[in-house]
């Protein structure tokens, strides 16, 4: 990971990013294939402190990027899973999903999540729970 450090920040690209990061902008980066975009990522992470949020194509690049993410950090960040379309009786549909996405929002809200986090487009657009409906204020 040093190696990958000291020739991105020879980047004026990746330095402005950086810079964006820790000034806690919200930035958008695109054009980047999965492998540098992995790099970047981890690297921008560890060098800034600063939590990250992916946002991927669908579920399996979600969790390509988890995974890439895991070998560069040292622990594999979460993947908040899309929402699942039901066109049947909802009698029968799993709730797995919402399981998954409930735990994860509890997570960020217990505190900092690991590494950064990866979802997809559909997880992203999806409808998500107001924080005062998981964590009531006292």
């Not at 981890?42 to 800034?48: C, L, P």
């Not at 066109?87 to 997570?107: D, P």
């Amino acid at each position: 990971m040093n190696v990958l450090l000291s020739l991105l920040q020879k980047s004026t690209d990746y330095n402005q990013l950086l810079k964006a990061v820790e000034a806690k902008q919200a930035v958008a980066v695109s054009g980047l294939s999965q492998a540098p975009r992995s790099h970047v990522l981890a690297a921008v992470h560890e060098q800034s402190g600063r939590p990250l949020i992916a946002v991927c194509q669908d579920d399996m690049a979600a969790k390509r990027l988890a995974s890439e993410l895991g070998a560069f950090l040292g622990e594999e960040p979460p993947v908040l899973p899309s929402r699942e379309l039901t066109l049947a009786g909802a009698i029968g549909v799993s709730r797995q999903w919402e399981q998954q996405r409930l735990r994860l929002f509890i997570r960020a809200g217990a505190g900092p999540c690991p590494g950064a986090g990866g979802e997809s487009r559909c997880a992203a657009a999806a409808h998500n729970p107001a924080p005062d409906a998981l964590f009531p204020r006292q």
